[in-house]
Structures are given as structure tokens and as C-alpha cells.
């Protein structure tokens, strides 16, 4: 059975899918990854909105979760994302 099988069966528009695959290949063997909004938009030449939305998918039906990092200045840096297994959700 393939990596990805519930990835595709699901329901998940494809925005979403495509940026959990962007993820899951950026990603360390614990499955975190912490590329910016902006990287994964210009990468898959998608606008930070629909990677934005992509997110939200993504986060509402378990497939990553999320978390703010900060800067030492206590500025936003970009999220560390956390990435479930495709088949084992």
C-alpha cells in the first residue's frame, strides 16, 4: 500500500494535498518541518492564501498540527509543523 492511499481517498481539496505532500518531503524523520507561508506559496506557485487555507484543511481533518515559533527578539518566526502518517491518521 502506497505512502500517500488515505491522501488521496480522502476528502481534502487538492490544495491540501498537495501541500502535505510539499510538507512530508521537507519534513525530519519525526515528522517536523518549519518552512515559511511564503517558501511552500512560491515552491508550489500557489498565492500564501491558499496555502493558508491549505493549512486549515490540513489541521481540521489531523493530517498536521501547528505550532508559532518566536524569534529570541520575541518576534514571530515561521510554524514548526507536526505530520501525521497519511495511513496511519
Partial sequence: ?????????????????????????????????????????????LSRSTVKRAIIDLEKNGYLTKEQRWRESGGKSSNMFYLKKADTR
Avoid at 1 to 20: C, D, I, K, N, Q
Avoid at 30 to 45: D, N, S
Fill in 1 to 45: 500500500m502506497g505512502y500517500f492511499t488515505s491522501l488521496y481517498s480522502s476528502e481534502l481539496p487538492h490544495r491540501a494535498r498537495t501541500v502535505y505532500m510539499y510538507l512530508s518531503d521537507r519534513s525530519d524523520k519525526e515528522g517536523r518541518c518549519y518552512p515559511a507561508i511564503g517558501t511552500i506559496a512560491r515552491e508550489l506557485k
